[in-house]
């Protein structure tokens, strides 16, 4: 089981949390002409890489904030994690 | 029957309580402290089951979790426990165990035809055999190996033991209490750090127990005992024994079973059976000791060969003799200790050693006690078929490839010692990759991948001196990084017999024109021969190898086999050990019995139950509950004789004519605050949100990025900054996760904050005719003409001095409100709502009346809200503003949702007007049409329409809006039904919404 490291909370157990996907996905702007294939990108492409990747986090059972992880998808290493709006090293 | 293999005043067990069990229903005597094996050796049983695949008799081989034979099922008041290994499970009075894998008895079991018929059973015989012809499989095939297989029969009945789950954090776990986790134990605790030492044999000590050393001038065991009662003193140390870690995963976190009273009579009710402890620890020193490894040679199966080191130790801690004509038969020194012990007691061992002309200390104190010890020579096969009788030596050839002088001589067992292999398991999952150690001919745990260090004789290292050195290091190092202390202690002097080398021979050859079995997985009954058969065949990964073989896939994990198979790959191959690598070692380490896992998650406690404060009204109602997600929910409130049926048509009646009332606590329900509240909902939903004024309620509908109905319901703007959202029972938690995704993500510039407080509010909603004038009696003080409380309105008042809230919305179609009050107060509104609606015929009405009135209402819910309709598909098309942006409005203009003629949804009434239409039937044109028929929708929700008295369905078909008028078909074939319908409208009753605006 993973230990993760909210930035709200400290370190806590996976079972904490779940799990939201690529967190690199940045959402089309409001009112923005965008093609079909722009917008087909945001909603259904996601990254899955081995190695290393940014990932979204919802610690579910404790602050309730979404939180960005930087893990290892092989090693399940965790580098760094950041609040939602933090920029990203 | 008398004890004849009981040593007098030898061992550590109680001698002063004897105790009473019994193996396959015969009863035997043994003391506290014994395990069933060393009980039954004392009373002389070797024959305890039959093999896996021959059938071949099976005795005692090992002493703790190694053991691959002895494998008993235990059977007590109703209870079966299978997979019980003889070596660990300690006696109690009353344990009744028995044999597995034999019928009718383990004297005489009819599978042992196999071994005679073993020319039929070669490797991948699983393979071979069972492939054809297919039809086999299920009549012939799969019974028969359902029957053969297995290690005891689990019980289909409900477990009724209690089974805990502890969470434990620690600076330092350690995992074995040998002399290597002792020192540490000791040097890391003494240096402040918290640790958890654990143990999974009953007595601490390990090696300390049985080997002839001396620490700090005091015995092994003296000094295990007094290490042990310091720890046990100390507050920052917690020390388990009968406590296994089994499992290395992410992160440090380690899991121990804990047997708390498997060893005890079951009369303690509270006590739990076992406890599974899940460890996260900064820092892991794996102390897990290791394996003596067996050398293989003819028939070395047969009950009465086992380990050197295990007869030293039924006799050192049991006072146990495995025998009393022994023969060692050996590679190394460790045999020599043994012999020494048997020597001891007063038994006269021969040593058949397999090395030239070796010299040690231990080796003269052998000489000097006059034991018989035969240079070059090995056992060429055992004899006897239910215990060893006697042994077929010779004299080995200096290469190792001749035999000469095959004599047969007598003996009653044979231990046999081909040196010792490091027990890396757990450093091995925690993804430490093993290197191999040529000296010892075995893998060690190489480079950390955790926070893990490997100590002791786990990590090759196998003399006490070095082991308890080292061991006190890693303990100061290792805590003071984490306490920074500083307070290092002094390591006892160690005095111990000096060993030689080991010879790195470990399979003895056959003699010419033999065929004996020579033995590599005793579980498995994995032989030389088919090994060999599988590299002729092809095999060369070793991991295909062993499935192909079975090799080491036993319960056992090959804790005894796994070396002597990659050596013999690695000898036919040309190969070294390391180039054959080895396989996985996966968690658990010894087999964790499935209610540990589970814990105390079962029954009633898988899941939390939620109940609304008004359960126990419902309750002493009558109501017959249905789980909606984790709530309950009344279902119907019997009265006489009535049915499902029968009670929600009288309920759903009494809303059309009179009034109801219905327990909505478990609506979602969000409050969102902040100033840019109304432009989040307008983002959120649909349709238009920026103009709603304060005091008034409105249905949105929210769709997921890719157009698709996520979820609906009202949301009331009950201040300036201020929204009440509600959402229904089953999305509740996953729309609070998505409005908290977009506020905290995609919008953080947006000023909200959102908050469940679906916990907070008691629901009900009070719907039909009578409502408003039960309302006027309510809130006397409230002006609720339809003037004062429109529909969509929303007001604040008291209730009989309780602050509540009204909402003028309606689910079912009729006039209806919904009052909300804190919680606390829930079971009082209910009370006072029944008591003063008692003058307009009130009743309550669950779940099934509540489905009734919205579905001949046309009102969708989650069976056409099922994550694949579109707003256009549930006719919420209406909603949809074609002015501003909002969450997956770009989807909807994806071709495949703009067609015209997309599935929509509709009324079905039965043509017959009496025969109900099955939920989930397909609505076809032609019920005799060639299969596959071309199905035109399906039905999602079936009533009993209580307006018209009929059947009434909804359905979402192709082309929907124009085949109203239809006459087509609703197919069942799960029910065999075919039913003549005609799509109607959705809206069946009051299609203008006249009565929720009266
Ligand atoms: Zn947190």
Known sequence: ?89 | MSQDFRLDNVGMVNREKKISFKFNGKKYFGFEGDTIASALIANGVHLVGRSFKYHRPRGFFGVGVDEPYAILQLDRNNERDPNIRATEQEIFEGLEVKSVNCWPSVNFDIGAINNFLKMFFPAGFYYKTFMWPPSFWYKIYEPFIRMAAGFGEASIKHDKERYEHKYEYCDLLITGSGPSGLASAYAAAKNGARVILAEDKPRFGGSLLTSDVNIGNQTGVEWTEKIIAELKSMPNVTVKNRSQVFGYYDHNMLVMSERISDHLPRTQKYLPKQRLWYIRANEVLISSGSIERPLVFGNNDTPGVMLSSAAKEYMKVYGVLVGKKPLIFTNNDSGYETAIEFKNNGVNPIILDTRINPSSDIITEAKNLNIEIKFSYVVVAAKGYKKVKSADIAKISDDKKELFNIENIECDCICVSGFWTPSIHLASQSGNKSKFNEKIDAFVPDKSKQQENTIGSANGIFTLEETIKDAFDKGFDVSNKITEKNNKISVPTVVEKKSTDHDKFWCVPLPKGKSYKRFLDFQNDVAVSDIELALREGFRSIEHVKRYTTLGMATDQGKTSNLNGLQLVSDIENKVVPQVGHTTFRPPYTPVSIGAIVGREVGKHSKPTRKSPMHSWHEKNNAVFVDAGVWLRPRYYKQGNEGLFEASKREAKNVRQNVGVCDVTTLGKIDIKGPDAAEFLNRVYTNAWLKLPVGKARYGVMLREDGIVMDDGTTTRISENHYHMTTTTAQAANVLSHLEYYLQLVWPELNVNVVSTTEQWAGAAIAGPNSRKLLMRLFPNLDVSNEGLPFMGYKESDLFGVSAKIYRISFSGELAYEINVESDNGYFMWEKIMEVGKEFQIQPYGTEALSTLRIEMGHVAGSELDGRTIPYDASLEGLVSKKKDFIGKRSLNRSAFTTTDREKLVGVVPIDKTTSIPEGSYIVKDPKAKLPNPKLGHVSASCWSVEYDNPFSLAIIKDGKNMIGQKLFAMSPLKNKTIPVEIVSSHYVDPEGKRVRS
């Open chain 1, 1 to 89: 089981m993973l230990y993760i490291n909210c930035p709200h909370c400290g370190l806590r157990s996976q079972n904490e949390f779940a799990y939201g996907g690529d967190a690199t996905v940045k959402r089309p702007e409001l009112n923005k002409e965008i093609s079909d294939q722009e917008w087909d990108n945001f909603v259904y492409l996601r990254k899955s890489p081995r190695g290393k990747h940014l990932e979204l986090w919802h610690h579910i059972s404790g602050c309730r904030q979404w939180i960005k992880v930087e893990r290892d998808t092989s090693t399940h290493e965790i580098f760094k994690t950041y609040t939602a709006n933090e920029a990203i090293e």
